[in-house]
């Protein structure tokens, strides 16, 4: 069963900057769409990012012109770079993504998160 694994989550100061990835925890055929999504306590989870697989972008107003949303078609990963954090950027980060598993098994699948806390 393919998942998806997030890495790169941590504590920052505000105004600081945290590097996010998300890969296939196995060989896949491709990512196509990821989107990088966040969930703060007692708050619903909300689309910070998407990169489609030609490559467009979009981003949530909030992080406009601070995180940028990357994909390395090579390797089969997504990068979120954050810039300029700060404490209402504080949440869980989670990736999803359409994935072609193989020429003929395509799925959405979920990663298990990873915290991100901006605080000093």
């Known amino acids: 069963q393919v998942q998806l694994v997030e890495s790169g989550g941590g504590l920052v100061q505000p105004g600081g ?37 030609r490559g467009s972008t979009n981003y949530a107003d909030s992080v406009k012109g601070r995180f940028t949303i990357s994909r390395d078609n090579a390797k089969n990963t997504v990068a979120l770079q954050m810039n300029s954090l700060n404490p209402e950027d504080t949440a869980v980060y989670y990736c999803n993504a359409d994935v072609q598993v193989t020429l003929l098994s395509r799925g959405d699948y979920w990663g298990q998160g990873t915290q991100v806390t901006v605080s000093s």
Request: charged share 20%.
């Open 17 to 53: 900057s945290l590097r996010l990835s998300c890969a296939a925890s196995e060989s896949i055929f491709r990512l196509n769409a990821v989107s990088w999504y966040r969930q703060a306590p007692g708050k619903q989870r909300e689309l910070v990012a998407t990169v489609t697989s």
